[in-house]
Each structure stands twice: as structure tokens, then as C-alpha cells.
């Protein structure tokens, strides 16, 4: 599987951005961790093909994933960006579990979100 995300950038705190990523094909979960300078990968949100979805705790009330299934596509509406937000956001796709498994993974390229204060 092919992952080809985009949507990152620089936005001001309290902004909005919207992460897609989009596979090659169907696949059972999707979503993004992210990574900022010494710090610990982590997750952000994941989603299955049947909609369940997991969030990580700093990005839970802010942050929305979502997904289509006929175009292999998930959605990361980021709202109420803060600084700590910033960092490379990369896109995961698990094929047969959830992408915090660390089994059947697909990473793809990363994307950059940079939060101004």
C-alpha cells in the first residue's frame, strides 16, 4: 500500500488545518502520529473502516478524524492548534488492526505542521 498525504503547513495558535491521507488501496485503519524535536513519537488519531475512532490525549477535544472509504481517504480537521501541536505529522496505515499495533504498518512521508504563538 501507497500512502500520499498532504495539508500540512504554518498556521497561527488558535488556527485551523485539515491533514489528508490517501492509500492505494482499501485498507482497515488509518490515521497519524506525529513526532516534534526530543520528543517522543505519539499518536494522534487513528480510525477503523467501521469508524471507531481513537484519539491521543493532548489532541482530544481539538482535533477530528475522519474517513471515506470508497476513496481510501482519512481527514485530520486540526481546530484550536497550540504550539505544542508543532511537529511532523506522518501517516499510518494498519492492514488487519488498529495503527497503534505495531504489526502490518504502512508509514507514509511525513508532513510538517508548524503552530505560530
Known amino acids: 500500500v501507497q500512502l500520499q498525504a498532504s495539508g500540512g503547513g504554518l498556521v497561527q495558535a488558535g488556527g485551523s488545518l485539515r491533514l489528508s491521507c490517501t492509500a492505494s488501496?482499501?485498507?482497515?485503519?488509518m490515521g497519524w502520529f506525529r513526532q516534534a524535536p526530543g520528543r517522543q513519537r505519539e499518536l494522534v488519531a487513528s480510525?477503523?473502516?467501521?469508524?471507531?475512532?481513537n484519539y491521543g490525549d493532548s489532541v482530544k477535544g481539538r482535533f477530528t478524524i475522519s474517513r471515506d472509504n470508497v476513496k481510501n481517504t482519512v481527514y485530520l480537521q486540526m481546530n484550536g492548534l497550540k504550539s505544542e501541536d508543532t511537529a511532523v505529522y506522518y501517516c499510518?496505515?494498519?492492514?488487519?488492526?488498529?495503527?497503534?499495533?505495531?504489526?502490518?504498518?504502512?508509514w507514509g512521508q511525513g508532513t510538517l505542521v508548524t503552530v505560530s504563538s
Open positions: 480510525i477503523s473502516s467501521g469508524g471507531t475512532t
Open positions: 499510518v496505515a494498519g492492514r488487519y488492526a488498529d495503527i497503534t499495533i505495531p504489526v502490518n504498518r504502512k
Open positions: 488501496e482499501s485498507i482497515f485503519s
